[in-house]
């Protein structure tokens, strides 16, 4: 079975299992100007790892989509959190 994580988030463009492509450009789109992308493509490579073996993969990308999300909602509250306390203004 294809693996759905993304290679290595360190190399070239990442490469995604098909039925994911759409998902990861969204979370982008969505993080990338809060996040470092390479921390959105690590969350997205350990989300989806954890569907590598579903037999059944209709829901996937909806639930790879919901985990990430949260995650990196969690994470984008760190960080303004931190940019708070440093005497940053949080966006």
């Known amino acids: 079975m294809a693996s759905s994580t993304v290679s290595d988030a360190h190399q070239a463009p990442p490469q995604i299992n098909p039925d994911l492509e759409d998902l990861a450009h969204q979370v982008h789109e969505e993080f990338d100007d809060h996040l470092d992308p390479l921390a959105v493509n690590e969350c997205l490579n350990r989300v989806a790892a954890q569907f590598d073996d579903a037999t059944v993969r209709s829901f996937v990308p909806l639930l790879v989509r919901r985990y990430v999300n949260d995650e990196l909602?969690?994470?984008m509250e760190h960080v303004l959190d931190g940019d708070a306390a440093a005497g940053g203004v949080p966006v």
Do not use: E, M, R, T
Request: aromatic fraction near 0%.
């Open 73 to 75: 909602h969690v994470l």
